[in-house]
């Protein structure tokens, strides 16, 4: 049995003009920050020979960026819910777009990476309250699930435009036009929002769980710098298992504190709810597959088929358009199916194509392949996003939607964060000798773990969520 979803008494059955205005707010400033997750990834060479930096370091222009959009997520979600969601939403746009300025007039490593932590920083505040705005301007029903696909499908599609975008921009203009972009598109946001967007906040504001604040941020900051690590020195060395050690005993922590304290930064009881827990497991799996998959496929591009990396990158515009067909089919089919169905679906779908891939070659007549397959895989990828931000976002009140979708960003982020130095781990570890056949060979078995894991988040968080709706 599913749960299908129903539009509460007296919520409008369409989008009013305010309404669009409002979506297309939010939605653009979502899409933004999802292509600054993977707008730099192609002119990492080019940064790092324009401002000196030492090739072993360049990963710190992701990372930098990566810690703190993921570390911060949770405490920024509470904080607009208790501080107003606009207000941090307004003031995190402005961050992003100061720091955007920075990064593209930056001469030296030190201010490009502070701009990326900056940056990092900006999305861990915006995503959430963006979210949150979203989730309470559109009731629950068909509207919220219009909106929620939409997002996700610009989301996903933020995320492939990115590194399309980052090799037209390095290749046509400059790497720092990848900086700059962004600073339009802030402005504009600013500039119209406040008239448009109503602010939302409790009227009585409890206090802020500091102690918990400062444990799960820790916590969360050490795991993904562990995870980050493993793709860099392995999963044995002490850089790898020290962070995630740490980060795990904070984490820990942070749960002892929260059965303590009067007002949790993140209420036990919201976390036991099967929907918050299992639709949360389901995303992460989801994000974790489907950005490592586009890591492998860009390896798989340039060091096996010999791409250049603009190439590489404009074949995945085949994988942006399955997911912005699967973000328009989603709501349709949640509100005629139920969302536990639209899941089980959309894994199964995104796993097979996932595993049609292991019948790549090391000839170009595989790129059919690879394109029909991510065309579909995109598609199956986006109904499991939107069906776990329907599920995780759903039965909750309002004053709590802050701390659900700072949850699901912080899925959203460390799933983006972590899914490639595993994968590159896995992929590493596998490719016995040199050239491109073994590359291929490590490729191939990263790709078959990868589509194992995606089968095995849909039936797990089917089945969970198919008992919570019984």
Not at 250 to 255: A, I, S
Not at 258 to 287: C, D, I
Not at 310 to 322: N, P, R, T, W
Not at 408 to 432: F, K, L, N
């Amino acid at each position: 049995m599913s749960v299908v979803a129903t539009r509460p008494a007296g919520a409008p059955a369409a989008l009013t003009p305010r309404l669009r205005l409002v979506l297309v707010l939010l939605l653009a400033a979502q899409f933004m920050l999802a292509v600054d997750f993977s707008i730099l990834n192609v002119a990492l060479p080019v940064i790092g020979a324009g401002l000196g930096f030492p090739l072993d370091r360049l990963q710190w222009i992701g990372t930098a960026f990566a810690l703190c959009a993921a570390g911060f997520t949770l405490l920024f979600g509470r904080v607009a819910d208790l501080f107003g969601r606009r207000r941090v939403f307004l003031g995190g746009l402005v961050v992003l777009g100061a720091a955007s300025l920075a990064g593209g007039l930056a001469t030296g490593p030190e201010v490009l990476v502070a701009a990326r932590v900056f940056q990092g920083l900006a999305t861990a505040a915006v995503t959430p309250a963006g979210l949150s705005l979203l989730t309470t301007s559109f009731p629950e029903g068909p509207l919220r699930e219009r909106a929620l696909g939409l997002n996700g499908a610009l989301m996903s599609a933020g995320f492939t435009t990115g590194a399309i975008l980052g090799g037209l921009l390095t290749d046509l203009l400059s790497w720092r036009w990848a900086f700059f972009v962004n600073v339009p598109v802030a402005l504009a946001v600013l500039l119209v929002a406040p008239a448009v967007i109503a602010e939302s906040r409790p009227a009585e504001r409890p206090g802020l769980d500091v102690p918990g604040a400062v444990t799960v941020t820790l916590g969360l900051l050490a795991v993904v710098l562990g995870l980050t690590g493993a793709g860099e020195h392995g999963w044995g060395a002490p850089a790898t298992l020290l962070p995630l050690a740490a980060g795990a005993v904070l984490l820990l922590v942070f749960v002892a504190v929260e059965r303590r304290v009067s007002a949790p930064l993140v209420p036990l009881g919201v976390l036991g709810r099967r929907s918050v827990a299992w639709g949360n497991v389901t995303g992460l799996v989801a994000f974790f597959t489907e950005t490592s998959l586009v890591f492998l496929l860009t390896l798989y591009l340039q060091e096996v088929l010999g791409f250049s990396p603009l190439a590489a990158g404009l074949s995945f515009g085949v994988l942006g358009a399955g997911t912005v067909v699967g973000g328009a089919l989603a709501p349709r089919l949640i509100g005629g199916l139920g969302v536990g169905r639209v899941l089980w679906a959309g894994g199964l779908v995104q796993a097979l194509s996932t595993a049609a891939l292991l019948g790549l070659g090391d000839g170009r007549s595989s790129l059919w392949l690879l394109l029909a397959a991510t065309f579909a895989g995109g598609v199956g990828n986006m109904l499991v996003i939107v069906g776990f931000m329907v599920t995780a976002t759903s039965g909750l009140a309002d004053h709590e939607q802050g701390l659900a979708t700072g949850l699901a960003t912080m899925t959203q982020q460390i799933g983006i964060t972590m899914g490639t130095p595993v994968m590159s781990a896995v992929a590493t570890a596998a490719m016995s000798g040199t050239g491109a056949l073994a590359v291929l060979g490590g490729l191939k078995t990263a790709i078959a773990l990868n589509a194992a894991l995606a089968l095995l988040g849909t039936l797990a968080g089917g089945v969970f969520l198919r008992a919570r709706a019984r």
